[in-house]
């Protein structure tokens, strides 16, 4: 399902066409479940690309993501046939994605206001400060992290677990 590009795959590939033309004399082009297709892979690159970052998916209003997506689809589609063209774009593409994560760029609406600012933050896990609970040793040896189970408690407000 497109979310970027709306939900209908022929706005959205007239949208990517009007920009750049080749991309209606791809084979099969003209099939709306190719372009669908396409759309999609080139939106899983962009949400793949900034998740990290900003929450997504981004909507169909959100000015700078319909122009990667349609950047991205056009990258991943001309890089085969036009090998300089598309490394070319394909770096203006990496730096857009590069300006956006580091704040230097900022998302925009087609309302022209700012739709998302990136936290700067990693991505983060209630549990990523402990120990993994399973892995490759002994079965009987595994066991939930201590610590963790301490803190869990103390954080409810039940001081009575302890150390072992």
Do not use: C
Not at 105 to 121: H, K, S
């Amino acid at each position: 399902m497109s979310f970027i590009l709306g939900s209908s795959g022929s706005n959205g590939w007239s949208e990517a066409t009007a920009r750049y033309p080749e991309l209606a004399k791809l084979p099969a082009a003209a099939s709306p479940d190719i372009q669908n297709n396409l759309i999609a892979q080139a939106e899983g690159f962009v949400h793949g690309s900034l998740a990290s970052q900003f929450s997504i998916p981004f909507s169909n209003t959100n000015v700078t993501a319909k122009d990667l997506v349609i950047d991205a689809l056009y990258v991943q589609n001309i890089q085969s046939r036009q090998v300089l063209k598309g490394k070319t774009l394909a770096t203006v593409l990496a730096d857009k994605i590069t300006a956006l994560k580091s704040g230097l760029m900022q998302m925009v609406t087609i309302a022209g206001t700012v739709a998302q600012v990136p936290t700067g933050d990693p991505v983060w896990s209630s549990t990523m400060n402990y120990p993994p609970t399973f892995g490759m040793g002994d079965l009987s040896m595994m066991a939930v992290s201590s610590d963790m189970l301490i803190d869990e408690n103390a954080a409810r407000g039940d001081p009575t677990v302890e150390a072992f």
